[in-house]
């Protein structure tokens, strides 16, 4: 029966399989399986257009998206000792790190940059879930630290995209430093009386929701993402009983008290005009007369003629 299920299955399955879809053009959507078109979603900012579903978006994106005329500046941040524990599981730490920067075309997992949003100057920082799963290491704590450090200097706010696994292995404890250091930081801000304003998006766990994440003084999430410091499965697995329907995602934590707000990406910019106006006793502008952020980065604009793929099955 071996042959039948090892040769010929795969084989048939081959033959009426349709061709795969070139990567870079179409997406999938992971809540309802759309086919997307790339340029159709980054104009929607990667927010799937039949069912809401928020994909992941790089910092790049999502600031040129915030700022006005998508123009901002990249804040410097202090590159940290390499490797410092010569750390090595089945790839040495270096390797890991350039890997990652070969695909994401970041440094590291954390982007600080400064500008005007709605002509209210401030600064912005996010985190990159595709670096690494935007682990926290001794980068990301000197990328805070710079943003903080850039807000006092300009009497500027701070707003902090957060997406993360938790915190970076691979530099052990000093990864676990980050959070009492940000926590530092993020005092700063407030000692300046300056609003610190935190988007979580998904997914946003363990240390960093410790700590940074979960300190600002208004508390913003995009629908769906999960926030939390131990997962629902480490959870389960832990007090052995079925936890409720949508536990530790955005909706569920904002019925408990945990978040002021859940937002849609595509109505985020608006709402920290807002929220920034509002707290910086600037007077409220009119929609029309503010500014537009910046168009879209679609990278490949030739194919935007190619048909669409077959219907799946
Ligand atoms: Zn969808």
């Not at 002509?119 to 001794?138: C, H, K, L, N, R």
């Not at 936890?243 to 995602?249: A, D, V, Y």
């Not at 502008?285 to 679609?298: A, E, I, R, T, Y």
Request: proline letters at 7%.
């Amino acid at each position: 029966m071996n042959w039948i299920s090892n040769y010929v299955r795969p084989k048939i399955n081959s033959l009426f399989s349709r061709r795969e879809v070139p990567e870079n053009l179409w997406s999938k959507c992971g809540e309802c399986g759309t086919m997307l078109f790339h340029r159709d979603l980054a104009e929607n900012l990667q927010v799937c257009t039949n069912c809401n579903h928020h994909m992941a978006i790089s910092p790049r994106e999502r600031f040129r998206a915030l700022f006005d005329g998508g123009t901002f500046t990249e804040v410097p941040v202090a590159a940290p000792k390499p490797d410092p524990l010569g750390f090595r599981d089945q790839k040495r730490y270096p390797e890991r790190l350039r890997m990652a920067q070969r695909q994401t075309g970041e440094k590291e997992a954390m982007l600080v940059v400064e500008g005007e949003i709605g002509e209210v100057p401030a600064i912005a920082v996010a985190q990159d879930f595709a670096f690494m799963a935007g682990s926290m290491g001794m980068y990301v704590g000197n990328a805070i630290l710079a943003g903080a450090r850039r807000a006092v200097e300009l009497e500027r706010p701070l707003i902090l995209f957060a997406a993360a696994g938790g915190a970076r292995m691979q530099e052990g404890i000093l990864s676990l430093m980050q959070m009492p250091r940000t926590t530092v930081a993020v005092e700063m801000l407030k000692e300046a009386n300056l609003p610190y304003i935190v988007v979580l998006t998904h997914p946003t766990t363990g240390g960093v929701t410790a700590s940074y994440a979960m300190l600002g003084d208004i508390q913003i999430a995009e629908p769906g993402a999960l926030i939390c410091f131990a997962g629902p499965r480490v959870i389960e697995q832990t007090i052995r009983e079925k936890l409720p329907e949508g536990f530790q995602r955005a909706e569920y934590l904002l019925e408990h008290g945990m978040l002021d707000r859940v937002t849609d990406r595509r109505k985020l910019r608006d709402e920290l005009v807002c929220l920034l106006r509002m707290l910086l006793k600037m007077p409220s502008k009119v929609q029309g007369d503010l500014p537009p952020p910046g168009d879209v980065l679609v990278s490949d604009a030739s194919s935007a003629t190619r048909p669409p793929p077959t219907a799946a099955e």
